[in-house]
Each structure stands twice: as C-alpha cells, then as structure tokens.
C-alpha cells in the first residue's frame, strides 16, 4: 500500500496480518494526536470467536501489533470516523449489534461498548458506514431477502440507541458506504442494485444491473466506484448507472 502525504513525501508501507479465518480487511490511514509522523491502521477481522488483530505503521517505521478481545464477536464489516474510532458490525447470534472502539490515538482502542440498546432490529449486520456528520449506517443482510438498512443518529456528538429504518423493499443489503458529500451508497445483494441515500432518504435505485454485489468503495481522485460483483471486480464511473 503506498500513501501520498501533501506533495512532497509518498510512504510505502508493507504489513502481515494473520487471524484465524480471515474475512475482511479494512484500514485506515490517519495522523497521530500531538505526533507530526502518519500512522496506517490494519485490521483483519477473524470469524467467529476469534482474535482481531490490529497493526500501526508510522513513517518512522516503527510497526507494533495490538490484539482486540473479540472471543464475544463474529466480526463482520468496520468503518472509521473522522476522529479513528473503529466502529464493527456483529453478527453473533442474539447479540447483533454495531461495537464502538474508542481511538486513544497511538493507534490502540479502547473497551468497546455496543451501541445500540437490546434487544436490536437488526438480524445480520455485514456492514456499516459513518458519514461526515457522525450517523452511522448498518447495512443488515437479513435472513430470508428480509433485510434492511438503518441509520444510527449522532446528535451533537451522541449515538442513538436506537436504530431507525431507512427505505423499504430491501432484499439483502450486503456494502454500504458513505461518500464525501454525505450520501449513502448500498449494494444489495439479493436484489443486484446500488441505491444512493441523499438526505437521509428514501433511496434510489441508481443501477440494477448488478451480479452479487457486496463491498464497494469510491477512488476519491477519480470518482470511479469499484464494486465487488461475484468473483470480479466491477468499475463504474460517476453516476454509476
């Protein structure tokens, strides 16, 4: 993974993580608090019951690896916020519900607390999103094309304990984003759509066209989304139609 720092440094950084069934990788790159030197955030989340493992890297080079007790969690999708907390869908059956982990920011967390008051709506959380206000989206896959996306409100800085729904007709809503305007895209996997929350809703079908799509991201230099289709990678360039 290489970064580009204002126009003058580009740092190259190379980690290894390992975790027991590995499912998905997120990561983030950040500064540290009262530290001029970048700092990347590796995660690799485990399957259930096992270990989630976190990795810094700074310019210094120095590389240091933290465990996260996860014995609890069946760790799906992540997101960061503007100010690195972590934030994880889990789907452990009779918990699902969407962890916070405080950012001490030397790249530790915090004890998490689960967000949302028991018991939640949610059924499969797979994945969720921040926007630039602080809301959080969950994208619940459901059990039987029954799922659903919610938004977690931030009042002044405030989660919500409760999750409200947003939009009808979901059938599995598999990767949802939050892109830098504040809209909410999701990828519905049972229903092969991408959907665009402005707003706060309701949402709108932008391309239905779609073979299994579940992750999604958005090169922020080109506009271009890239959506994970089955076992290929698809490119869409802006309005993604």
Not at 96 to 124: E, R
Not at 134 to 158: C, K, L, R, S
Not at 166 to 175: D, E, I, L, S, Y
């Amino acid at each position: 993974m290489d970064a580009s720092f204002g126009s003058h440094v580009t740092c190259f950084v190379s980690a290894r993580l390992t975790a027991a069934s590995p499912r998905r990788f997120i990561a983030r790159l950040g500064w540290l608090q009262g530290n001029a030197l970048p700092l990347l955030v590796l995660l690799l989340l485990g399957a259930a019951g096992s270990s989630l493992r976190a990795q810094t890297a700074n310019f210094a080079g120095t590389i240091s690896t933290i465990a996260i007790d996860s014995s609890t969690l069946h760790p799906e999708g992540g997101a960061f916020d503007a100010a690195g907390n972590l934030y994880l869908a889990d789907a452990t059956s009779g918990v699902n519900n969407v962890w916070k982990f405080p950012a001490n920011g030397d790249g530790t967390y915090g004890t998490p607390t689960a967000i949302l008051a028991s018991p939640t709506p949610l059924l499969h959380p797979l994945n969720v999103a921040v926007d630039p206000s602080g809301n959080v989206w969950v994208a619940d896959n459901g059990t039987a094309a029954n799922g659903q996306v919610y938004e977690i409100v931030n009042t002044g800085g405030t989660l919500a304990t409760t999750a409200t729904p947003v939009g009808t007709g979901w059938n599995a809503p598999a990767g949802i984003i939050a892109d830098a305007s504040g809209n909410i895209w999701v990828t519905d996997n049972g229903a092969n759509t991408l959907s665009e929350i402005t707003g706060g809703g309701p949402p709108t079908v932008i391309n239905s066209g779609l073979s299994g799509p579940w992750g999604l991201t958005i090169d922020p230099s080109s506009g271009t989304m890239y959506i994970a289709e089955g076992s290929w990678l698809d490119s869409l360039p802006s309005p993604y139609t």
